[in-house]
């Protein structure tokens, strides 16, 4: 069952009355407010001492802080232990410096200048929280960005990163008591897994079920940098690393809601998932794992991809100027869409809404180039048109008969990438060589023959397509027409030179035969021939060739000669005035004609 398709762009502003109501689409923090946390607690939770210690080991002296939202409250406190924090580092190295001078064995020590680090507080994000903003930061010209928070651990393209995740509060024996209630069978595969912030907490967790609970089979994941990952940056079994398909036998067990891409990911290729809800609760309440189930947004993601298909116009959405690879992804997108026969537009909005995107009416659909977590929405019922990801739109720019929805998903658009690759290379290997010039024993270059065949070629293409069969869309039952002449690009000609040299060896004394072509003037068509575009006939231009009013700038008048009578029109259009030279110089002093004097 498929969303409720809107009939006209979404309203675009909510009432007066509810301009104090906060929106329910904005996530809850997991994490306490700055009052909740004590001066220990907020060293512990944000990672004081590792970030000083990494900052000093750089040497980098403009440090920008990047908070989620809901983390903001903590920024002036964590501005102010990290200031703290760093100041003492100095003054040790400084004093450490000082000792070493003092020492007779090392008189040849210099103490070198510390330079005060200066940190910068990013209240705003140009993208979603989860990625690196790398934009802001280089407007403070920052030399590396400490991110808090959790993160899609994208690479970067430019700065160099230091990831503090924080630790929110789990009650670790609530959590032993839902796992057991979930997993009655001591042998039965199971990957422990949880959010990036809960991470922590697992070495510990899967101790506690192995010695106390007696699990036997349970392997714990670990935080990698990698989103190609079969379980997008973590660690995967053994057995899982040399065949992918083994990753249906484990159950999951997820700690805190995943990323609706994330979730999508793993129901694609795990076995059954239970996710451990972490809202705040009492501590002696055990919490009841929920059976994640992806059947219907799966469903709804078809639909969406099988509108997609059928939209001669796409636009493709930067969201991203941080992750690595995306101006790479970008140009290949456009190549895919072209390919297609169809036409795209790339817009950069920062974050995407459904106000932005319901301005542009004549995009039929949406790819949205950005990090693994941010390229999806779910909610679609806000957007007019479909709005995808690139491995989405890879899959519904295939023919009808290519088209199988095998229910694999994957947000990454590095997958995308690597399959574009992998198939450059399985091209290169069995290519038969089009387009090689290849000598024939009488040493005559045979290139020529090459390009003719590929003339035929082009011109049986062309006969097939208009030979095509009708295509109806499958959703409306309404006929599809390809008929773009304006879409279809100029075919460069294929001869190699204008200018060639043949030698006609039964002519008389052998003489050389120069047959010239030149395409430096073309005969203009008559009144009389019909408009075409690229060599097609279009209704519409000879429609608006027949029945403009204004033809260009200076249209409706006549060149006027020495000869010409004054006053006199010809054809009902008036002489044009006498091409004379106008002023020139600079403002402070004008030239008229052959005039020297300024004025």
């Known amino acids: 069952m498929t969303a409720t398709e809107l009939g006209a762009a979404p309203v675009l502003s909510t009432p007066d009355a509810h301009i104090f109501q906060e929106s329910s689409s904005t996530p ?17 939770t944000y990672e004081i001492q590792r970030t000083v210690a990494e900052i ?117 024996p609530s959590v032993v008591s839902s796992f057991q209630s979930t997993y009655p069978n001591l042998t039965q595969k199971i990957i422990l897994m949880a959010d990036i912030p809960f991470n922590s907490y697992l070495p510990e967790l899967s101790s506690l079920l192995k010695t106390v609970a007696g699990y036997t089979n349970i392997f714990t994941t ?43 990911t793993l129901h694609s290729r795990t076995g059954p998932i239970h996710i451990l809800p972490t809202t705040p609760q009492p501590p002696s309440t055990t919490v009841t794992p929920t059976l994640a189930t992806s059947h219907l947004p799966l469903r709804r993601r078809y639909a969406l991809l099988s509108k997609l298909a059928n939209e001669p116009i796409i636009g493709i959405l930067l969201n991203t100027l941080s992750v690595s690879s995306y101006m790479t992804i970008l140009a290949h997108l456009k190549s895919l869409i072209a390919s297609a026969g169809k036409k795209s537009y790339t817009f950069v909005v920062g974050k995407v809404n459904a106000a932005k995107v319901a301005n542009f009416s004549e995009v039929g659909g949406w790819v949205v180039v950005g990090c693994w977590e941010s390229s999806l929405f779910e909610n679609q019922g806000d957007f007019w048109r479909p709005v995808v990801t690139p491995a989405e739109l890879e899959w519904a720019l295939k023919g009808v008969g290519e088209r199988v929805w095998t229910g694999e998903w994957s947000a990454d658009f590095g997958d995308v990438l690597k399959r574009s690759q992998l198939g450059e290379e399985e091209g290169a290997r069995n290519g038969d060589g089009n387009g090689a010039v290849e000598e024939g024993a009488d040493g005559v270059s045979t290139e020529l023959e090459t390009h003719a065949d590929e003339e035929e070629e082009e011109e049986e293409e062309e006969e097939e397509e208009e030979s095509e069969p009708p295509e109806f869309d499958l959703r409306t039952g309404r006929y599809i027409s390809h008929s773009r002449p304006m879409g279809r690009p100029n075919k460069p000609s294929t001869t190699p030179n204008t200018n060639t040299n043949t030698t006609n060896p039964t002519s008389p004394n052998n003489t050389t035969q120069t047959t010239q072509t030149t395409q430096t003037l073309t005969k203009r068509s008559g009144p009389s021939t019909l408009a075409k575009i690229n060599g097609i006939v279009s209704p519409a231009a000879e429609y608006f060739k027949n029945n403009r009013s204004w033809q260009g700038l200076g249209s409706d008048y006549n060149v006027a000669y020495d000869d010409d009578d004054e006053g006199r029109e010809n054809d009902g259009k008036r002489n044009g005035a006498k091409m004379e030279q106008g002023r020139r110089g600079v403002a402070r002093g004008y030239v008229v004609g052959d005039d020297v004097v300024k004025r």
């Open 28 to 44: 809850k923090p997991t994490n306490p407010t700055s009052s909740q946390l004590s001066n220990q607690q907020l060293l512990l």
């Open 56 to 172: 000093r080991a750089g040497r980098w002296k403009r440090i920008a802080l990047q908070f989620p939202d809901h983390m903001l409250v903590d920024a002036p406190r964590v501005f102010q232990a990290l200031s703290r924090g760093l100041k003492h580092a100095r003054r040790s190295a400084k004093d450490s410096s000082v000792d070493a001078e003092k020492d007779n064995s090392v008189n040849d020590v210099k103490i070198a200048k510390d330079i005060e680090e200066r940190l910068y507080i990013l209240a705003d994000t140009s993208y979603g929280a989860c990625c690196v903003d790398e934009v802001a930061a280089e407007h403070a010209e920052a030399d590396v960005v400490v991110h808090y928070g959790r993160s899609c651990l994208s690479p970067t393209a430019r700065l160099p990163v230091i990831y503090v995740f924080t630790k929110p509060p789990l009650h670790l």
């Open 222 to 264: 670990d935080i990698i940098h990698n989103t190609s990952s079969l379980l997008p940056n973590r660690t995967v079994p053994d057995d899982v690393a040399t065949d992918p398909s083994a990753l249906q036998s484990y159950a999951l067990f997820h700690i805190s809601d995943p990323p609706p891409s994330l979730l999508l």
